[in-house]
């Protein structure tokens, strides 16, 4: 059959993200793919410079996706579906264009572990993230922003004459766009993946990807790869190189024999073909392969101890099988940020397909033997000169207009975030449109502030603006910080401009701005903020008292905003109340939220939290006794071990065991 590219709808139980946090990422950022600066001092030069090259400071421009729950319901989720007589590629546009599943039709067998549910968990650098499939992760060290966010989706020729999928968006940390297209030449068993990151910018700004790839896992599976060595990096964060396979006394390319969760970085010869594959006990699988630019292959094991198993459980329904993660990047190890100069781009070309090998081969005792004999089997199935003629063949198309389809429209629409940066900056980016008709009502002031030179909303002469309006997303780039400097005062204005001096390490011109918004119009936003700065900016001095009074005030006025408003609020001013020992106020903002919101686990943690700071041990063990589940747990968290340590000796319950390394 010709390659075909179709809409379709795909039913699964869903968890819906639900609505997004509106208070600004002030925080900074909790990645755990971090190591101390001796550490990065004793690693290869190259490597060093990139570890300590533009590391993220907060997730801003980004809200946090904190409002999901674990109760799921069928949903209908929009798919395109690309398709030959071999493959089968099904894409979900809306949740990060994901690669959902890549069914190989000769064999009947799904090459990826699909995931038979969506359940967001705290994974992604802005929270929300569910495992399975392929995801294409840009930005900064972490799951990406776009984890479930909609992708722009349309149909472009693709090389060989038939249809193309391309992927694209604007990722608004490092203000990078990029495109991902998918084809499948006709009676290929391979998808072929293009990839383009762009620069539009007069500065050289730093790049992160990786390809992940969720494979499914069992004792007998194993993962090759052109490698002797590895970066090995737990979540003690440490980073050092080990041999492969064996190290420890285990052979760590099958993903079951590491206790805890682990990354295993490959250091791949430059000379060698860059690919990565993983084999069942019958030396069937997948394998991925590419151009050279895309030099890193990861394999992420969640181990065979209780947190990592525990981690499974919590990402999908009871009686699925577990996964792996084999992963490619633009560096050789998602410690790095690489730089891309101005006007440049990277580009390089990704393919997936089948493999079989000889399984005594493959699982047999001599590595170099085993990886050898797969590499051949990949060379007989793909040549390498074939990915680097496809690679060829389809640069020039990378600038194709994308097609509009019979009513007018793209496949699938993304935000309008790359609209307005194409209207600040005047950027044009053939292949990738951004049409204003895009821009929404999170993009509206901002639109506006670049036609008029201020927000049309903002008041002035202290008139008072709405108390539990939501401000929207706060932009805190260099261009727009310009904008809201040369903007005249105003509340929204200030607060949004505090937001952005903060993200810039300009801390005590950030409390002026949040200053002058409260005195010309009290909002529980500048509240929360000036908040914050009390209660977190070590350079300033934490004032904890001066804190805990401007969350009260925040609260007082936020009560009114609606209850995802008002969670978000409380949820961050019980750590602070409990800071300035103000245990019996604490209790209260948890007594503010509608019984619906109580009853979630995060905040039936904070309770039992309430009771341990008020010598209540036995009521605090009740809670964890009653039961509950912590939703947006985040990954690596010890919080539930150590509440319960700080509440009896007796052994953390299974449930609450996420822990990620020994103890």
């Keep these: 059959m010709p390659t075909t590219l179709r809409r379709t709808t795909l039913t699964l139980p869903v968890s819906p993200v639900g609505p997004e946090n509106p208070l600004p990422a002030l925080a900074p950022l909790d990645e755990m793919h971090t190591i101390g600066e001796d550490e990065r001092a004793a690693l290869p030069p190259d490597m060093a410079r990139q570890v300590g090259y533009a590391p993220l400071r907060s997730v801003l421009p980004a809200r946090i996706l904190d409002g999901y729950t674990r109760e799921r319901a069928p949903a209908p989720l929009d798919a395109l579906v690309l398709e030959n007589d071999r493959l089968r590629a099904t894409v979900l546009p809306g949740l990060g264009g994901r690669l959902h599943s890549l069914h190989h039709k000769p064999t009947g067998r799904e090459l990826l572990y699909s995931n038979p549910v969506v359940q967001p968990a705290d994974f992604a650098l802005n929270g929300a993230w569910f495992s399975g499939g392929i995801e294409w992760n840009i930005g900064a060290t972490g799951h990406t922003t776009l984890s479930v966010a909609p992708l722009h989706a349309a149909r472009v020729p693709a090389p060989d004459g038939g249809d193309m999928l391309r992927l694209w968006e604007w990722e608004r940390l490092r203000d990078t766009p990029f495109q991902v297209d998918l084809w499948l030449p006709e009676g290929s068993d391979f998808l072929y993946v293009g990839v383009r990151i762009r620069n539009p910018h007069d500065r050289t700004v730093p790049v992160y990807w990786w390809s992940n790839i969720a494979v499914p896992e069992d004792e007998h599976t194993r993962v090759l790869v052109p490698a002797d060595e590895t970066w090995y990096f737990a979540y003690e964060q440490r980073l050092r190189r080990i041999p492969v396979p064996e190290w420890d006394g285990a052979d760590r390319s099958y993903a079951l024999r590491s206790e805890f969760p682990a990354d295993y970085f490959y250091e791949i010869p430059r000379e060698e073909r860059k690919w990565i594959a993983s084999l069942d006990e019958q030396g069937s699988g997948l394998v991925q392969t590419s151009t050279d630019l895309l030099r890193g292959r990861k394999l992420f094991v969640w181990g065979h101890g209780p947190g990592g198993r525990r981690w499974q459980q919590w990402l999908t329904e009871p009686g699925t099988g577990g996964y792996a993660e084999i992963q490619a990047g633009l560096a050789r190890t998602q410690l790095e940020h690489v730089p891309l100069e101005a006007g440049r781009e990277f580009a390089w070309l990704e393919a997936y397909g089948p493999l079989t090998a000889d399984p005594a081969i493959v699982h047999g005792p001599d590595w170099a033997a085993a990886r050898g004999h797969t590499a051949a089997r990949l060379e007989e199935a793909l040549p390498r000169a074939d990915v680097d003629a496809a690679f060829a063949a389809w640069r020039p198309h990378a600038d194709t207009e994308p097609e509009a389809g019979e009513d007018g429209r793209l496949l699938a629409t993304g935000s309008g975030w790359g609209a307005l940066e194409v209207a600040r900056g005047g950027h044009e980016l053939r292949g990738t449109p951004f049409p204003r ?208 340590a700080a509440i009896t000796s007796d052994p953390l319950p299974a449930r609450y065991d996420f822990r990620m390394r020994p103890a």
Excluded: I
Excluded at 441 to 451: F, G, I, N, S, V
Excluded at 489 to 503: K, M
């Design 437 to 644: 008709e895009t821009l929404g009502e999170q993009q509206r002031p901002w639109a506006q502030l670049l036609t008029n030179g201020r927000f049309l909303d903002d008041t002035a002469g202290g008139h008072a603006a709405p108390t539990t309006s939501d401000p929207g997303p706060s932009l805190v780039s260099d261009a727009w910080r310009d904008q809201l400097e040369c903007a005249p005062s105003g509340p929204l204005t200030d607060y949004h401009l505090g937001v952005a001096q903060w993200h810039a390490g300009d801390r005590a011109q950030a409390v002026r701005s949040w200053e002058r918004s409260a005195a010309a119009a009290p909002t529980p936003w500048s509240l929360r903020c000036l908040g914050f700065a009390d209660a977190y900016d070590d350079a300033a001095g934490v004032h904890p008292e001066r804190a805990a009074d401007r969350y009260l005030a925040a609260l007082d006025l936020a009560t009114a905003a609606g209850a995802p408003t008002l969670a978000a609020f409380v949820r961050e001013a019980v750590p602070v109340l409990l800071a300035a020992g103000r245990t019996a106020a604490a209790c209260e903002a948890l007594d503010l939220l509608p019984p619906a919101y109580r009853q979630r686990g995060r905040f039936r943690l904070l309770r039992a939290q309430v009771l341990l700071a008020n010598d209540e041990k036995e009521a605090a063990r009740a809670v964890f006794d009653e039961g509950f589940e912590v939703d947006d747990l985040r990954e690596g968290d010890e919080v539930l071990a150590g509440t319960w």
